[in-house]
């Protein structure tokens, strides 16, 4: 099991570019999250899929769009990235299970010029 | 809105003692977690508290959660080097939207 994988596990942008991060998982989790960590901010939430077909909002999603693409797979687009989106992203995931913990991707550092 | 805090956010102890990290949340949850990130990297689950009065203890680490007062604990005991890292609580927003709000984080170094 390859657990929570990410792509790219770096990038750099201009202000305006748009991308797509992707974010996989072989757990046949239920349930995954896009967190983005800022240094002193902790993790933060920006939108989260509770079950294939559905995605909702989380603390932080102006200026993010998602797509469940199935149940393995779930992306996070910036249309027009801003430098005030530079930060580690964060994929995770839920078996929705009893217990719940999340099992986390190593993340995507992204930098915004 | 559910907010979660920690305290300290900074801690740097030496080798051998012992600290606890507090983490308060807002409203009622009665699932509360605790991960581990070091620098550079990603989380990992430490434990899952899953109740009132649970209690969990791996190592040199033992998480408590106080559902009435809304507090969970970590307790390191005999520090190692090895624990620095930082450690987050997080909290299920809501029973069954696996909606999760996390702490700020507690930075710990501990200096041989």
């Known amino acids: 099991n390859a657990g929570v994988t990410q792509t790219p596990k770096f990038q750099v942008l201009k202000t305006g570019q748009s991308m797509t991060l992707q974010c996989a998982q072989d757990?046949?989790?239920?349930?995954m999250y896009w967190y983005r960590q800022d240094p002193g901010m902790g993790l933060r939430l920006i939108y989260y899929?509770?079950?294939?077909?559905?995605?909702d909002k989380g603390e932080v999603p102006n200026g993010y769009n998602v797509s469940r693409l199935n149940k393995r797979e779930f992306s996070l687009r910036l249309e027009s990235a801003a430098p005030s989106q530079t930060s580690v992203y964060f994929c995770?995931?839920?078996?929705?299970?009893?217990?719940?913990?999340?099992?986390f991707g190593p993340g995507t550092r992204l930098t915004v010029l | 809105e559910l907010k979660v805090e920690q305290n300290p956010l900074f801690l740097s102890m030496q080798e051998g003692k012992n600290y606890t990290i507090y983490c308060n949340y807002s409203?009622?949850?009665?699932?509360l977690y605790w991960y581990r990130q070091d620098p550079g990297k990603s989380l990992e689950s430490l434990f899952v508290?899953?109740?009132?009065?649970a209690v969990k203890q791996e190592g040199r680490l033992m998480a408590s959660l106080d559902t009435k007062a809304r507090l969970s604990t970590l307790h390191i005991t005999a520090a190692v080097h090895d624990l620095s890292a930082t450690y987050f609580c997080?909290?299920?927003?809501?029973?069954?939207?696996?909606?999760?709000?996390f702490g700020t984080g507690t930075r710990l170094k501990v200096l041989a």
């Open positions: 757990m046949n989790h239920n349930s």
């Open positions: 899929s509770a079950s294939e077909g559905t995605t």
């Open positions: 995770a995931s839920v078996l929705g299970s009893f217990y719940n913990e999340q099992f």
């Open positions: 997080a909290v299920d927003a809501s029973s069954g939207t696996y909606k999760y709000i």
């Open positions: 508290l899953l109740s009132n009065g």
């Open positions: 409203t009622t949850s009665d699932r």
